[in-house]
């Protein structure tokens, strides 16, 4: 995908080959090298986004990423993707593919790497033959399941780099090779030869000793780790895909006075269309004909259906609730606001910097030193005239002491077990990278409809006049309600039905466009709606009325009016209600040390009055916002400094959920928003939100000590290893040890508790 503007291009391109987040620091290093270029590289999104001058080509950019050890292309366009779905090449079957080789070497591995690792550990299982027959189950592990950590860790050695597939690969290349020489050459291959349990220190020229449960056990561990990993990296366009799923599919156009069904796509500026009640806009248009309520929530937000007529604007995708329209197309295909929402999500994720993982980190540093340690240990016994044997079994000792068995464990586990806890409390965490988020975030922007409110109309409160019942006015003006098809008179209804029980059948109804409905209930001529639509028959509120009218108006609720016989009898408030948790949610995350902040497309008034309910102030209430505006409001801040994580629910949040540190998406908002957050809180509820994030920085805090003591123990018996002095037994028994306390530390996490309990 490339668009040029003057003086530049911009290309968006295809990475295949990362294994971690430093081989995406890697690329964008070298393509920046390049004059005139700016790239920034995503790991997450396998994507990086390249600006250049014009003496530059994007075949140049694509060598350049090839000559790095990567692949690199430009996506298909939309349209191939839709015919590949068609041809059931979609997605998910390009998903299924990318995924199967990793899937394939896992289980390869794991099924051969358990019964390596129970006959080394298990003096009982030493059988006669034992080390032949684990070194006929290690040798596909080491060669075959674990062939991507060694062209990883080959790409990486060619420019002069070391991560954690550098260590992998040469631990368990030496622990194979050295126990290959010890079967072959040395005497661990005799008939009877067992690994007994012996704890002593001593000096060995090593001719006895196999470490295949080495090479094996790691290659499986991380291997796992890997596949978990990847299967949700491949989830990361998912967003984009949930929001240009949201539009509508076919159109029903009016050419000639004749109805026509058509796709979408062929859609053209100019045309007309009928949208009925009940059915999505197919794209941005100009009201010609009819008036109805449309529901925009889904996009802006707003809680309240907005009233249209001829000459009003409508948006694609939003939803008819009321009327019949016929609707003029002004934009269509990239230009419409729906699909300016996709870019402004994608644009969001592929500027979103992807977190180094914390082994790389370490890797980075403990690789160079490990070879350097282990280089000059071999120095160092053959100049002392040690004999080659014994000088190359210290150099591979230390190699395999530092080979991380209990590394391969010390993240998969704290996020398997984090996870798991999490999602049994309702909060669904996405991947290792998002937990180094949540220690940083100082500042939580919280979208109102559908967050913090139950993001439903819902009748909060009825004034009457002296001498009127309030059961009288359900009654009489939720029987009437029931009959629309509008949002608010569907929220009187179902409040009236929940306090009176059954409401009875009115007669002569009639919908009056943009005023309310009028029709005889028991007898009764009732008006409910607007207060115009009583001035029109000569009525007007009493003063007690007038003011619980203007009371609420200034709340930002609705208010309605509600006649009958000739009287005004009542004033009804309904609303998007506040849910019962919010302020106790908003309490806890101020306890975290988060400043809340209130972000939504209402007017002001109501946005003011949500935030003073949920005890937020009034400083950090940002009302009557657009989608764009959003993602600003999240960059503006993370100018200025903040580590800012933002909760939502809408498609609406999706791009600034996908642009902030933290995407924090409400379980039961759209597809759209769920996937473009880093933590899913399935409840909906936003005191899960608090209770999310205190978990993710738990489980961080876990796979930081396990990260610690997976080193710590391998890094106490190096200088043991390069003195000659270590006994396989240590060896084993340190990364054994190591690897215990990992998985035991990891499962305290199951023991997490939500604030509430």
């Keep these: 995908m490339t668009t ?29 090298r390049l004059d005139g270029v700016e790239a920034t590289v995503n790991y997450a999104t396998e994507k990086a986004k390249v600006t250049f001058r014009e003496d530059v080509t994007v075949s140049d950019l694509i060598a350049t990423v090839e000559a790095t050890g990567y692949t690199a292309r430009e996506p298909r366009p939309e349209t191939a993707r839709s015919d590949d779905s068609a041809s059931g090449e979609g997605p998910a079957q390009e998903e299924s593919d990318e995924l199967r080789p990793l899937r394939q070497r896992l289980t390869a591995a794991v099924a051969l790497a358990v019964p390596v690792i129970a006959m080394a550990m298990v003096p009982a299982l030493q059988f006669e033959y034992w080390q032949w027959l684990s070194l006929t189950l290690a040798a596909p592990v080491v060669t075959y399941a674990a062939w991507p ?23 368990t290349s030496a622990a194979f090779l050295w126990s290959l020489w010890a079967l072959f050459f040395g005497t661990a291959g005799t008939p009877g030869m067992t690994h007994p349990f012996e704890l002593t220190i001593a000096r060995t020229d090593g001719a006895g000793n196999i ?23 491949r989830k990361a366009g998912a967003a984009l895909k949930a929001l240009l799923e949201l539009g509508a599919k076919e159109v029903t156009v009016v050419r000639g006075g004749r109805e026509e069904l058509i796709p979408v796509g062929e859609l053209k500026v100019g045309d007309r269309f009928l949208v009925r009640p009940g059915e999505k806009i197919a794209t941005d248009g100009v009201v010609v004909e009819g008036s109805s309520a449309v529901d925009a929530s889904m996009l802006t937000g707003e809680s309240v259906p907005v009233e249209v007529g001829t000459g009003d604007a409508v948006t694609g995708a939003t939803l008819n609730a009321g009327g019949r329209l016929v609707v003029e197309a002004t934009r269509v295909g990239a230009d419409t606001q729906l699909a300016r929402m996709a870019k402004l999500v994608e644009d969001a994720q592929n500027g979103k910097a992807a977190a180094q993982r914390l082994a790389d980190r370490i890797s980075a540093v403990f690789v160079p030193v490990v070879i350097a340690l282990a280089l000059g240990t071999l120095g160092f016994w053959l100049g002392n005239g040690a004999g080659l044997t014994a000088a ?3 150099a591979v000792a230390v190699l395999i002491i530092a080979c991380p068995c209990a590394l391969g464990l010390a993240t998969p586990t704290a996020l398997m077990v984090g996870t798991g806890r999490g999602a049994q409390l309702g909060i669904l965490i996405k991947g290792p990278e998002v937990l180094e988020t949540t220690r ?97 028959w000569a009525m007007s509120l009493p003063e007690e009325l007038r003011r619980a009218k203007a009371e609420a108006e200034a709340a930002g609720r609705t208010a309605i009016a509600v006649a009958w016989d000739g009287e005004a ?44 309910e949920v005890g937020i102030a009034p400083e950090h209430v940002i009302a009557e916002v657009m989608p764009q505006d959003k993602v600003d409001v999240v960059k503006r801040l993370q100018d200025e400094g903040r580590s800012v994580a933002m909760v939502g629910d809408g498609v609406n949040d999706a791009a600034a959920l996908a642009q902030a540190d933290l995407g924090l998406a409400m379980g039961t908002g759209t597809d759209a928003a769920i996937e473009a957050g880093d933590l899913t809180l399935v409840r909906g509820d936003l005191r899960a939100a608090a209770d999310a994030i205190r978990l993710s920085r738990k489980t961080l805090g876990t796979i930081k000590s396990n990260l610690f003591w997976a080193f710590a123990y391998n890094v106490a018996a190096l200088p043991l290893a390069a003195a000659g002095l270590l006994n396989p037994m240590i060896a084993g028994a340190a990364m054994a040890f190591s690897s215990v306390f990992v998985v035991g530390n990891s499962l305290r996490l199951r023991g997490f508790q939500p604030a509430d309990r």
């Design 392 to 394: 190359f079994t210290a």
């Design 149 to 171: 950590f060694h062209k990883a860790a080959w790409t990486n050695a060619k420019h002069g780099a070391a991560t954690m597939d550098t260590l992998i690969s040469v631990g």
């Design 4 to 32: 040029t503007t003057p003086g530049a291009a911009e290309v968006e391109l295809a990475i295949g080959g990362m294994t971690c987040a430093s081989c995406a620091a890697r690329i964008e290093k070298k393509l920046n």
């Design 569 to 612: 009898r009542a004033v009804l408030e309904v609303a998007d209600a506040v849910k019962e948790t919010s302020p106790e949610a908003i309490e806890r995350l101020r306890g975290l040390g988060l400043t809340p902040i209130l972000l939504t497309g209402d007017n002001k008034a109501v946005a003011e009055a949500v935030a003073a």
């Design 440 to 536: 940083k975030v100082d500042t939580i922007i919280l979208d109102k409809t559908g967050t913090v409110t139950t993001g439903k109309m819902t009748l909060l409160a009825v004034h009457t006049a002296d001498g009127t019942g309030e059961d009288d006015v359900l009654r009489l003006a939720g029987a009437l309600e029931h009959s629309s098809e509008h949002p608010i008179a569907q929220a009187v209804a179902s409040g009236a039905a929940a306090r009176v029980g059954t409401l009875p059948a009115p007669e002569d109804f009639a919908n009056i466009a943009g005023l309310g409905v009028q029709g005889i209930v028991e007898g009764h001529a009732v008006l409910v709606g607007r207060e115009k639509l009583l001035d029109e």
């Design 211 to 233: 470490y295949l449960e080495a090479a094996a056990g790691v290659t499986a561990f991380i291997l796992a780790g890997r596949y978990f990993e990847a299967r949700s990296k």
